[in-house]
């Protein structure tokens, strides 16, 4: 049963991802509405990956949120970085020695 399931949900992954080359492979340009809105995907991708890392909710504390301190000032020290370089290398890389610093002092 489980092979099954397994093998549809790969069907249907298949089949949603060649629609969508299908249709837009027949499209030669885009809106700039659209290329507008596809402008700011990079960045909800990657505060939807960085935010339950440095935000933890607490199932012991009734759901309340708590903050892990050192991912926190090296998740704000990364950010301004990223603001201030536009630089995926610089910021990757000093918001690894934040946080490496950040785990050694607390």
């Given at each position: 049963?489980?092979w099954?399931?397994i ?5 249907g992954t298949?089949v949603?991802k060649?629609?969508?080359?299908l249709?837009?492979?027949?499209v ?11 402008n ?6 990657l505060?939807?990956l ?12 009734n759901?309340t949120?708590?903050?892990?301190t050192p991912k926190?000032i090296?998740?704000?020290i ?24 950040t785990n050694?002092?607390?």
């Amino acid at each position: 049963m489980i092979w099954v399931i397994i093998v549809a949900a790969g069907i249907g992954t298949f089949v949603l991802k060649f629609l969508f080359f299908l249709i837009f492979s027949r499209v030669n340009e885009m809106s700039p509405i659209a290329t507008k809105i596809l402008n700011f995907v990079p960045a909800a991708v990657l505060a939807a990956l960085v935010a339950p890392s440095i935000l933890v909710i607490s199932t012991e504390l009734n759901g309340t949120l708590i903050f892990d301190t050192p991912k926190l000032i090296a998740g704000i020290i990364a950010g301004g970085v990223a603001y201030r370089t536009n630089s995926a290398l610089w910021t990757i890389s000093v918001g690894l020695l934040a946080l490496w610093t950040t785990n050694l002092v607390l």
